[in-house]
């Protein structure tokens, strides 16, 4: 059973940066894009920053130059270094990936969400 465990969240002030780390565990025959969700209470979730296996990348507005994905396809893993956080930044922020794991068909799949809190 493929699974995506998130790590990395937390507490920070303003104007500082934080590393997100998500990694997929399972019988995975072939990945294909990973990215970033942030939802914040009372809103939608919305895509924050996605990666495809070739490395292209695809960032929100609200984010560039400030953000940058990143992936490891030797270890399944997809990193979000978060630098210049602002406290509109603040979410729950999860991990996605569409991928097929063995005997099953491609689909997406979604971490648990990580709590990332901006103070003012």
């Known amino acids: 059973q493929v699974q995506l465990m998130e790590s990395g969240g937390g507490l920070v002030q303003a104007g500082g940066s934080l590393r997100l780390s998500c990694a997929a565990s399972?019988?995975?025959?072939?990945?294909?894009?990973m990215g970033w969700y942030c939802q914040a209470p009372g809103k939608q979730r919305e895509l924050v920053a996605a990666?495809?296996?070739?490395?292209?990348?695809n960032y929100a507005n609200s984010v560039k130059g400030r953000f940058t994905i990143s992936r490891d396809n030797a270890k399944n893993t997809v990193y979000l270094q978060m630098n210049s956080l602002k406290f509109e930044d603040t979410a729950v922020y999860y991990c996605?990936?569409?991928?097929?794991?063995?005997?099953?068909?491609?689909?997406?799949?979604w971490g648990q969400g990580t709590q990332v809190t901006v103070s003012s």
């Open positions: 996605h990936a569409n991928l097929q794991g063995f005997g099953s068909l491609e689909r997406d799949y």
């Open positions: 399972g019988r995975i025959f072939s990945f294909n894009g």
């Open positions: 990666i495809t296996s070739g490395g292209n990348t």
